[in-house]
């Protein structure tokens, strides 16, 4: 498969994923995004391949940044505030990472994420 094609195919796809989706469920698919491109983005600092590392780990950060964005201060009380502090300690922890061609920052941001898109699922169980 071409890589435009597969490009095609993955936009059609996250649209019929999003199409109906309720606010967990885009949070989960940010998640799923944000993870699929944390692990390109290892395979790019292990590779050394340094523009597509950095072209991933813009789009990680770009992806962090929204949902961060998305967060209702106002309303969202202190586990809002908490997780707006992770959000921005990941985009930290992801430009050592880049800068240091070191995959520990980014593995860690990968544990974080993954734990967070848990409790994401756990809140889609319980409210549907």
């Not at 999003?18 to 290892?42: H, I």
């Not at 959000?87 to 240091?100: M, Q, V």
């Amino acid at each position: 498969m071409s890589y435009d094609a597969y490009q095609s195919y993955q936009s059609t796809h996250l649209n019929a994923q999003t199409a109906q989706a309720s606010p967990v469920q885009l949070v989960l698919v940010l998640m799923d995004g944000l993870l699929d491109e944390l692990a390109r983005t290892r395979a790019h600092i292990e590779a050394r391949r340094y523009e597509m590392k950095a072209r991933s780990l813009e789009k990680c950060v770009g992806i962090i940044n929204g949902m961060s964005s998305a967060l209702d201060m106002d309303r969202g009380g202190e586990v809002v505030q908490n997780l707006a502090r992770l959000y921005d300690y990941c985009a930290r922890r992801l430009f050592t990472s880049g800068i240091e061609m070191d995959v520990g920052p980014l593995d860690e941001v990968t544990r974080l994420m993954s734990q967070i898109r848990g409790g994401w699922q756990g809140v889609q169980a319980r409210h549907g």
